[in-house]
């Protein structure tokens, strides 16, 4: 019997409470725009903080109240979906992907001391850290500690950002205390591995992989410029294709051809890299060698045409540069289209085109030729 | 006689014997210097040679970019073979001029004041900042400018900062011993310029010898009118009793007010090894191009004092103290415990450089610590009453947003926390991650 | 050696250290429990060591195996902490106590009160306490048991169960109450009946094992202060705190006892307040914890004066007839929040709404 009125009693506090709470979630209902929620849904939900607010919420409420869709995660697509549900302009986003601009693994970036103390890049920082290349990565991984999707690998010396897991949200640049990490166009397929503003006889001493500031690649595509002491590559997407080739110490990575995990990590990598590359070289030698005999030949028949005219060889030379240049003009056209072609399947399987790549490189070399 | 002192502080192995009673020797000229171009606090420096030019010592090769920066002079006769950057006390490569000696030494004709005694102050001012006087005690905070105080701050007190109180270093020690009248001709210079009326030399009352060389200096002195007060003031040998603030509190009973200066309660402080320059600078003309560094520790053969021409590699020195022993693993410019460990000893000497110590592999911690145990031993020590294992957790958990920033950087680095902590935690550089971030969000980084 | 060659370690300063270190500081706790612990052996024979042993060992134990689901090094279960925790833990247990709820205290005390928390440093309870209090009130029975020592047939049945040859302990053990204890249920009638020589030397009374001498615990209490492992403040402000407010109640409420003066018996039963019990142990092992105590000078005493009075008030009001355990613990919650309010201001600190 008594149980029965225990029952009772609870189940009727139930019916109670739950009448009070519905009467009062109308009661004090707070009125939201309905758009929020929906704008919220849209969002990628991230919760990053790199739009400037504390969370997608937020930002949805900061949207729908008049600020600019900039949301650097979802990018352009989520800012159109958004700008649907408000029936504004989308503003303009560029995907953004983080990039470190150093590959100075402990075997290729000399070591200055053995470094004891807290294992922060924040904290080795104070005393210089141990590279002697003072613009390298730190290598102990507060970007890692940082990143919100674990797309930051820590190994052999250096942190490797993957570019898509990257969501842009700039905490490991903010974090990063030598600046070695910048925001680059997702698009952006070819990057100058090194962040060195040491003058160039230094940075060739404290580093196997870094910029020297030679300006080779700013003479062969357009698309590099120097920064201080450093090459920077400013294209929105892939450069020449043979770019990577002509840089006397492998700092420039071309990211439609190589992971950039692989490429700064991998021995293998890096020695398939070193193939191609010497590959690449021996054509252009065979290349520069037939030019030279058709030149010389040309030559001859002219002075023999001109009968007994002498053949100076400055004059030779300075004849011989401009039309070089022609045809690496011609070269660098052919393949940026051909690097066009084979970008736009790269959306799609990302892992065919990972098995792809060692005979593509060979491909493009084909084609080159 | 009571030695005066602070709350807080420990006391470490001194170490000083090492170099202490050993003569200050002149150091033959390296072949080649490398004169870096960040010497001193606030404003760099406008380079004024470049690369092929010959200099003579003592010629003018930087000039002060600003009230709040120091002239930078050739320490010796040569060629500037260069201006890339070369290494710095910090760990950064930092432009620098390296000259390469020609062995003739030829100096350029120097400019003494005429009758330093009653020239006026403006004209003294001028000579100590002709001369790229900074602060030689490590601060190297130029001295022109901590001489001339704003009218409203007014300066009744000159202290002298003799302590010494970092371990196994006695460059001051021996400048105290061996040119005692100088210093204090310096110090009353620096006074007259002050207008002060106490000059107080603070020496810890583990260098009875250098007292003694003081108080017999000052009985044969001439006072000038200025001067109502003045007195050697034994202090307790503890670290950091040479801190300014501690050195301050000791010696005046006055408080420096959390992130004020000395002169907010009237007092300057300067470092004699200064003074002695500031002699130099008035009485001889001679800009600071050479000062006393301790070499010393177990790491090196034969610890010593040298009169070191500013710019010469570390290297150098080592060599003139009989070079490295075999386990020598540690390399400090500076004391132990607020010195810059290096890299290597390529690293130039520089004018705030008062000691080289050479550290043996069991001398040196390793690298692993453990979790805080609240054990309150830092909180003991804490010279400045902070509580270092609260802003050290803070930063080690990158919680700033916890931490007073007024707290945070009332710390001094001193290192007595990190001293005597048992879990070896390496509290002062938390404590300095604490104070990058801070500096880096004011940059708005 | 070839200059400009050598690459040198580089570290933040300070570059020397005074030597001292956490396990070091752990391990010389727990040797300033062996005049405790000897007493023990001394006074329960086997039974004593039995009980501390097997809270050592499965404290370490316990210990390893969180740091190792932890992902730490198993090896930093040798850095003392676990063994002092193991070591405090059995000496405040009673001698007939068995292995499992031993082990069940030091599985508290390690997992529960201390890695759950972070491990060492982290842990807001003293562990060793914490597991105590989980066995009186899990087990009131058996750790309420309190044989005689130095009792032969106690003796005897204690080493025949240590080397495993009796399954089940004799029931003829001779069991007494605890001064306390008989304090608290007779009121002031046992009171002529205790010795202050058997207090203070322990070797008479009945208690938890390494409670009963309260010279031994004095003894490694003085050896912690010299050795400057502790300080003055928390285990003589709860030493006064329990005197002064004991003395003060026995005077408004005399006891009567023959031949004495009114005062004199409540000075009596104020002495006996201080020395009885685990107060002693509390007050100079327990409550002194690093981890768990107030870091500021000013915070310490608070704590101490507040370890005092709850334990006074439980001991004089409560149900227990022993509170330093609740005292203490009940003050540990309040570590952070005395911290807070008596961190010192830095030097030359400026009021800054003046």
Not at chain 1, 55 to 77: N, T, Y
Not at chain 2, 57 to 76: D, K, M
Not at chain 2, 142 to 155: A, G, M, N, Q, R
Not at chain 3, 133 to 159: C, E, N, Y
Request: proline fraction near 6%; glycine fraction near 10%; aromatic fraction near 6%.
């Amino acid at each position: 019997m008594e149980i029965l009125y225990a029952v009772g009693i609870l189940s009727g506090l139930g019916v109670l409470a739950g009448a009070l709470l519905a009467y009062a979630s109308k009661v004090f209902y707070v009125k939201e725009d309905p758009r929020v929620e929906e704008v919220d849904s849209i969002l990628p939900q991230a919760n990053c903080g790199a739009c400037g607010y504390a969370g997608c919420r937020d930002f949805a409420k900061a949207i729908v109240s008049g600020e600019d869709i900039v949301c650097p995660v979802g990018g352009p697509s989520v800012a159109e979906l958004v700008a649907q549900i408000l029936g504004k302009e989308a503003a303009e986003v560029e995907e953004r992907v983080a990039f470190v601009k150093c590959a100075g693994t402990h075997d290729r970036a000399k070591k200055r001391a053995t470094y004891h103390g807290v294992k922060t890049c924040a904290a080795a920082h104070l005393v210089g850290g141990d590279k002697e290349c003072r613009y390298g990565c730190l290598g102990l991984g507060d970007c890692a500690a940082v990143c919100p999707t674990d797309a930051i690998t820590i190994s052999r010396g250096v942190a490797v950002i993957d570019p898509e897991k990257c969501i842009g949200c700039e905490l490991c640049v903010q974090a990063c205390p030598v600046n070695v990490i910048e925001m680059v166009p997702k698009s952006r397929k070819m990057h100058v591995v090194c962040n060195s503003q040491d003058p160039p006889q230094v940075a060739r001493k404290v580093c196997d992989v870094a910029c020297i500031a030679c300006k080779i690649c700013t003479r062969t595509d357009k698309n590099f410029t120097m920064e201080g002491n450093v090459a920077v590559f400013t294209g929105s997407e892939g450069g020449l294709d043979t770019a990577p080739f002509v840089c006397p110490t492998n700092a420039i990575m071309d990211e439609s051809k190589y992971r950039a995990l692989e490429f700064v990590l991998s021995d293998a990598v890096r020695e398939a890299f070193e193939q191609d590359k010497a590959a690449y070289k021996e054509r252009e030698r065979a290349e520069r060698a037939k030019r030279a005999a058709a030149r010389k030949a040309a030559q001859q028949k002219k002075a023999a045409a001109q009968a007994g005219g002498e053949a100076n060889p400055a004059t030779d030379k300075s004849a011989a540069k401009p039309s070089e240049d022609g045809d690496k003009k011609d070269d660098s056209k052919k393949s940026n289209e051909s690097n066009k072609i084979d970008s736009s399947p790269a959306d799609g399987d990302k892992k065919a085109k990972k098995e792809d790549k060692a005979p593509k490189a060979e491909d493009t070399g084909k084609e080159g030729e | 006689m009571i030695s005066k002192t602070f709350r807080g502080g420990i006391h470490p192995y001194y170490g000083k014997e090492l170099a202490a009673s050993r003569e200050t020797e002149k150091l033959p000229l390296p072949d080649q210097f490398f004169v870096s171009l960040e010497q001193h606090i606030g404003a760099p420096v406008k380079l004024l040679v470049k690369k092929g030019d010959e200099v003579k010592a003592g010629q003018l090769i930087a000039e002060a970019g600003g009230f709040v920066s120091a002239n930078i002079h050739a320490p010796t006769s040569g060629k500037v073979t260069s201006t890339d950057p070369v290494d710095h006390v910090s760990g950064r490569k930092v432009p620098a001029v390296t000259i390469k000696a020609d062995g003739n030494d030829e100096w350029v004709d120097l400019e003494p004041v005429d009758s330093p005694e009653s020239a006026d102050p403006k004209t003294l001012l001028d000579a100590i900042r002709r001369a790229g006087v900074v602060g030689m005690g490590g601060a190297s905070f130029p001295t022109h400018v901590k001489l001339s105080p704003p009218d409203d701050k007014p300066i009744d007190t000159l202290i002298l900062n003799g302590a010494e109180c970092e371990p196994y270093l006695t460059a001051d020690h021996r400048i105290m011993v061996e040119k005692p009248r100088e210093v204090l001709l310096g110090a009353l210079l620096e006074a007259r310029i002050l207008g002060a009326s106490r000059l107080f030399i603070g020496v810890e009352d583990n260098k009875p010898d250098a007292i003694k060389a003081l108080e017999d200096e000052v009985e044969g002195l001439q006072l000038p009118e200025n001067i109502k007060e003045i007195s050697v003031v034994p202090l307790e040998t503890k670290y950091p009793q040479g801190s300014e603030k501690q050195l301050i509190k000791a010696i005046t009973d006055r408080n420096v007010p959390v992130k004020g200066l000395p002169m907010d309660v009237g007092v300057v402080v300067s470092n004699v090894a200064t003074c002695y320059a500031v002699w130099d600078a008035v009485y001889n003309g001679r800009p600071v191009i050479e000062r006393i560094v301790t070499v010393t520790g177990r790491g090196v053969v034969e610890p010593g004092n040298y009169w070191v021409r500013i710019g010469t590699p570390v290297s150098h020195l080592i060599e003139a103290a009989g070079g490295y022993e075999d386990d020598a693993a540690k390399l400090i410019i500076g004391g132990p415990m607020m010195g810059f460990a290096q890299g290597t000893d390529a690293v130039p000497t520089m004018k705030s450089t008062n000691g080289v110590l050479v550290q043996t592999r069991d001398e040196v911690q390793g690298p692993d610590f453990a979790p805080c145990i609240r054990c309150a031993r830092c909180v003991e020590v804490c010279p400045m009453n902070l509580p270092p294992f609260l802003l050290a957790a803070a930063a080690e958990a990158g919680r700033y947003d916890v931490l007073d920033q007024d707290v945070l950087f009332s710390c001094v680095e001193c290192g007595s926390c990190a001293y005597v902590c048992p879990s070896r935690r390496p509290l002062v550089q938390f404590i300095r991650m604490g104070k990058a971030y801070f500096r880096g969000q004011k940059k708005g980084k | 050696m070839k200059m400009g060659e050598r690459k040198f370690i580089i570290s933040s300063s300070p570059h020397i250290h005074d030597g001292s270190l956490t396990p070091r500081i752990m391990w010389g706790v727990s040797l300033a429990l062996l005049p405790a612990t000897l007493v023990s052996f001394y006074a329960f024979g086997w039974d004593a060591v039995r009980v501390i042993l097997v809270s050592m060992v499965s404290a370490v134990v316990f210990e390893a195996i969180a740091l190792m689901l932890r992902n730490r090094r198993p090896r930093q279960a040798m850095d003392g902490s676990a063994a002092l925790t193991g070591l405090l833990l059995g000496l405040t247990l009673p001698p007939g106590i068995s292995n499992a709820m031993i082990m069940v205290g030091t599985f508290v005390a390690i997992i529960v009160a201390k890695q759950v928390f972070g491990g060492l440093g982290q842990n807001p309870f003293n562990p060793a306490l914490t597991g105590r209090v989980f066995l009186l009130i899990a087990f009131p029975a058996p750790m309420t048991t309190w044989p005689l020592p130095r009792d032969l047939t106690s003796q005897i049945s204690s080493l025949k169960s240590f080397l495993g040859l009796a399954v089940e302990r004799h029931a003829d053990v001779v069991t007494g109450a605890t001064p306390l204890g008989a304090v608290k249920e007779h009121m002031l009638k046992a009171l002529p009946h205790i010795n202050m020589g058997d207090l203070f030397f322990g070797l008479h009374t009945p208690g938890s094992i390494g409670e009963i001498s309260a010279l031994a615990i004095l003894l490694g209490g003085l050896g912690l202060l010299v050795a400057r492992i502790i300080n003055w403040r928390i285990p003589l402000t709860i030493i006064a705190t329990v005197f002064a407010v004991a003395f003060l109640y026995y005077l408004a409420v005399p006891p009567k006892v023959s031949g004495m003066s009114p005062v004199s018996a409540a000075f009596y039963m104020a002495v006996f307040h201080v020395f009885a019990g685990g107060l002693m142990i509390g007050a100079f092992f327990m409550a002194t914890d690093y981890v768990t105590s107030p870091i500021f000078p000013k915070g310490q005493i608070i704590f101490g004066i507040g370890v005092g009075l709850m334990t006074i008030i439980i001991r004089l009001w409560g149900g227990y007839p022993e509170g330093v355990s609740f005292a203490i613990l009940l003050m540990n919650a309040l570590v952070p929040l005395i911290d807070r309010y008596t961190m010192p201001k830095p030097f030359g600190w400026v009021d800054r709404r003046a």
